[in-house]
């Protein structure tokens, strides 16, 4: 399931939400001070499951950086 980042007004705290795609969102409240003046946070996607070890898409990035490729062909 996908992980939301999520940040209090009220007090600052930085806290995850895990919800499915479709699961609402709308009463999602503080968990350090129970305020529901928080905002969600954009930057990445993080998910739960049973890996062990780096995805195949962080591994085929690392691959592509290592070996000198990518747009420009390396230069």
Not at 22 to 31: A, E, F, G, H, I
């Amino acid at each position: 399931m996908p992980k939301y980042d999520y940040r209090c007004r009220a007090c600052g705290q930085t806290f995850e939400i895990i919800a499915g795609m479709n699961d609402s969102r709308d009463d999602v409240v503080c968990q350090g001070c129970s305020s529901a003046d928080v905002f969600r946070l954009y930057g990445g996607i993080g998910t739960t499951g049973m890996s062990s070890g780096p995805s195949a898409a962080s591994a085929a990035v690392s691959a592509a950086h290592s070996h000198g490729g990518g747009c420009c062909g390396g230069h």
